[in-house]
């Protein structure tokens, strides 16, 4: 069974940082891409980043040069660093286990998700 716990959010003024981090277990970390998503009130869960087993990145221009993904392999876990961050930036983040092979830029290519944690930011 494979498990996705996240965690770090939280309320944060604008300009400020936050950093996400999300515990895996059930299969084999270090072997699968990781990647968040965020979903804000009556939209769409979008893509925000993703990492591959390879340490590979891939962002989407939204977030492109304030977020950074990481991944601690003997960890488990997966971060993501949030700087200059803004209202617009307010979601409940998820992060979430790739299928192998897939790209990672997309909801379909995940297969596994966490319960998702709430990131607001004030103006």
């Known amino acids: 069974q494979v498990q996705l716990v996240e965690s770090g959010g939280g309320l944060v003024q604008a300009g400020g940082s936050l950093r996400l981090s999300c515990a895996a277990s059930?299969?084999?970390?270090?072997?699968?891409?990781m990647g968040w998503f965020r979903q804000a009130p009556e939209k769409e869960r979008e893509f925000v980043a993703t990492?591959?087993?390879?340490?590979?990145?891939y962002y989407a221009d939204s977030v492109k040069g304030r977020f950074t993904i990481s991944r601690d392999n003997a960890k488990n876990t997966v971060y993501l660093q949030m700087n200059s961050l803004k209202p617009e930036d307010t979601a409940v983040y998820y992060c979430?286990?790739?299928?192998?092979?897939?790209?990672?830029?997309?909801?379909?290519?995940?297969?596994?998700w966490g319960q998702g944690t709430q990131v607001t930011v004030s103006s």
């Open positions: 979430a286990s790739s299928r192998l092979g897939y790209s990672g830029a997309y909801y379909t290519d995940y297969d596994y």
């Open positions: 059930g299969r084999t970390f270090s072997s699968y891409r």
């Open positions: 990492i591959s087993s390879g340490d590979s990145k």
